[in-house]
């Protein structure tokens, strides 16, 4: 970048692009799943929980230990899925600005 002009230009532009991800994030559902499907969670991008399916075959009342941990699975997997959807909707803003992948933004 020849000036600070410049810089302060593409932090603008960084922002804006920025914001908009993060409108849609919050409108984005991410599903995680445990044992093969059987425990599901639906997060939205802003990490709201909007559903949970467990199939039958997992409750047991002498074993609600497993079926905790197979939520907590399942909830980690969405959240996982929309940090990794967040980080490359991210890289590809900086790549269309210009910015190198491992460059770190303020915000």
Request: overall charge negative; aromatic content about 2%.
């Amino acid at each position: 970048m020849k000036n600070i002009g410049e810089l302060m230009k593409k932090a603008q532009q960084v922002q804006t692009q920025v914001n908009i991800l993060q409108s849609k994030m919050e409108k984005q559902e991410f599903t995680g799943s445990a044992a093969n499907g059987a425990v599901s969670v639906t997060l939205t991008g802003k990490g709201d929980a909007v559903k949970v399916h467990l199939d039958p075959s997992v409750v047991d009342s002498k074993d609600v230990e497993t079926l905790e941990d197979l939520i907590l699975v399942a909830v980690n997997d969405a959240k996982t899925k929309a940090d990794d959807h967040q980080l490359a909707e991210m890289e590809k803003i900086q790549a269309s600005l210009g910015l190198p992948p491992d460059f770190k933004m303020p915000f």
